[in-house]
């Protein structure tokens, strides 16, 4: 078997996504809706994963940071306050011909790339999906969806505040769906208009800043490691001046080295008090907490991990995703396709797949597939496949991802033992029913720490 390094395109990777029931294109029957996508049976799987590793890491784990979870649609003075009205905007350009937009700092050519018309003046455009409350659509009861989940937490520091009874440094979490009306969209599912984000914003004493910002850098890089993406293929990224928003002191990113190039997962900003401060001033409400030490009132400063979870899916596809050379049963060459997923965020974790269709076999698959399915041991998600053939079954599951298949054939009904089958390496071990469980367990666990 040879194993060369595959540059995986986008088209193979979204018709992957496809085929296997990760990410659907959405409204696909009419046509679909341009960069909006529907995630299918083992997406949202994929996607349940993540965002409960993400919980467990930024908030269960940790003995200071707290949930929240905020409305998509808030009062529009939130967004005058925050500066999103007037500062979340990009530069934009028309054809004259075609009417196609472009971000003008993203253009190389003078002309559209679509029809080869000539180019409007550069204006700026607010990237805020704009929505109305009540039957009437006029700018009384105008708003907007949420570009960021962040404001939430913001106007929510005191409630939090109040109710946990204690002074920063502590933190508050929420996941949640985000929208922003981009220009541009593209690369599959990594720009989109309407995405999910998994965000912290921790609240520390204005001196304390510096040494926590650094702090949820590493923690943050440390945990895309956990999931299984490679060190080689990720890098850390400070903000020029030019770039920080208008909210930021400092801003690092965690960048992926996508097939296009390098590409943010995540973003660590310090946005300092900005937030509180101006929420504090325009509400009349003290957004500020006692500071024993300094005998004083304090707005506290603000470290902000942000997690693009779509993102962070399309990174493990792509680094999962591997194409390679094998030889058959048959003394053929194939192309096997598979998702190296690591067993930790995999959608399916065992396969268990009868031999035949034949009754005998059926009876014993199942009752082995429920045992695992139901199992406190192992409590992973467990497939049961008996259609086509053998092979075809195991190439089915290399291409979702699944670790480990459990194949029950004829010689199970007498010597009561089962095969397992290891994706990556394909190789086949016999293995005692009765052992089956704790043998699960423990080739889940040292795959993971691979």
């Not at 994963?49 to 940071?65: A, C, G, P, S, Y």
């Not at 921790?202 to 650094?214: A, G, L, Q, R, Y």
């Not at 957004?287 to 993102?311: A, C, M, N, W």
Request: aromatic content about 10%.
């Amino acid at each position: 078997m040879t194993s060369p390094n595959h540059q995986i395109d986008l088209e193979e990777l979204a018709s992957l996504a496809k085929r296997r029931g990760f990410v659907f294109q959405s409204s696909e029957i009419y046509g679909g809706l341009a960069s909006t996508w529907d995630y299918g049976p083992l997406g949202i799987e994929l996607k349940r994963k993540i965002k409960e590793l993400w919980w467990n890491q930024f908030v269960i784990k940790q003995e200071n940071i707290f949930g929240l979870d905020s409305s998509i649609i808030m009062h529009p003075k939130v967004w005058d306050v925050s500066g999103h009205t007037s500062n979340f905007s990009d530069p934009l350009v028309e054809c004259k011909k075609c009417n196609h937009r472009y971000r003008s700092d993203q253009m190389t050519e003078s002309t559209c790339s679509n029809c080869g018309g000539e180019l409007g003046e550069s204006r700026l455009f607010n990237l805020m999906f704009k929505t109305f409350l009540g039957p009437v659509e006029d700018n009384t009861n105008a708003t907007y969806l949420r570009p960021e989940t962040a404001q939430g937490i913001f106007v929510n520091f005191l409630n939090v505040k109040n109710t946990i009874n204690r002074n920063p440094p502590f933190g508050i979490a929420q996941t949640g769906k985000s929208f922003r009306n981009e220009i541009t969209t593209g690369n599959f599912i990594f720009r989109t208009r309407e995405f999910e984000m998994m965000e912290m914003e921790f609240f520390v004493p204005p001196d304390e800043d510096e040494k926590w910002h650094e702090y949820w850098i590493n923690h943050s890089f440390d945990w895309y490691l956990n999931l299984g993406l490679s060190k080689n293929r990720l890098r850390i990224r400070e903000h020029d001046q030019t770039e920080l928003a208008h909210y930021s002191k400092a801003t690092h990113d965690i960048e992926y080295l996508f097939p296009w190039g390098w590409g943010e997962i995540a973003g660590i900003a310090n946005r300092t008090n900005y937030d509180l401060t101006a929420h504090s001033d325009q509400s009349g409400k003290d957004l500020s907490y006692f500071d024993e030490t300094l005998k004083q009132h304090v707005i506290p400063y603000v470290i902000e991990p942000s997690f693009g979870l779509d993102r962070v899916i399309m990174a493990l596809l792509i680094e999962a995703y591997k194409e390679e050379t094998v030889v058959s049963s048959k003394g053929k060459e194939e192309t096997r396709t598979s998702l190296k997923l690591s067993p930790v965020v995999a959608p399916v974790q065992v396969a268990v797949l009868p031999l035949s269709k034949k009754d005998v076999l059926s009876e014993l698959a199942r009752e082995i597939y429920k045992n695992l399915k139901f199992s406190e041991l192992i409590k992973p998600l467990v497939y049961y496949d008996e259609t086509q053939s053998i092979g075809r079954r195991y190439r089915r599951q290399d291409e979702i991802g699944t670790p480990l298949c459990v194949t029950v054939d004829f010689e199970s009904l007498d010597d009561k033992a089962v095969t397992i089958r290891e994706r990556d390496s394909m190789n086949q071990t016999r293995i005692p029913i009765n052992d089956l469980e704790n043998e699960i367990v423990a080739r889940l666990s040292h795959k993971a720490q691979d």
